[in-house]
């Protein structure tokens, strides 16, 4: 995914030199198709957290579940911190 948010890297906020870090959850099906995207801390810049959830979407689809897990979860929720850096570069934990 970092590797898709450092190609994909908004301009804008290039642009504007801004930077932050923002939370994100995002829900998949076993499938492997995006059931639901949701920002949950935000980075106080509409374009940093429009930015991750277009990067998520553009990384889309993820794997689908193992057959193991696929029996008992029909969705599985991710939250991960993103981190806009000065670099221009995406960092996620």
């Known amino acids: 995914m ?3 948010g450092n190609l994909n890297y908004p301009e804008a906020a290039k642009e504007q030199k801004l930077y932050g870090k923002l939370e994100l959850s995002v ?3 076993a499938d492997g198709s995006i059931e639901k995207i949701r920002i949950t801390r935000s980075s106080g810049h509409k374009v940093l957290d429009d930015a991750a ?3 998520v ?3 889309a689809p ?3 579940f193992p057959e ?3 029996k008992d979860f029909d ?3 991710i939250t991960r911190t993103w981190t806009f850096t000065k670099e221009d570069s995406l960092a996620t934990q």
């Open 75 to 77: 969705i599985i929720g």
């Open 53 to 55: 959830k277009r990067i």
């Open 2 to 4: 970092e590797k898709i």
């Open 27 to 29: 829900d998949i099906r």
């Open 68 to 70: 193991d897990i696929r």
């Open 57 to 59: 979407e553009l990384a």
């Open 62 to 64: 993820y794997a689908a």
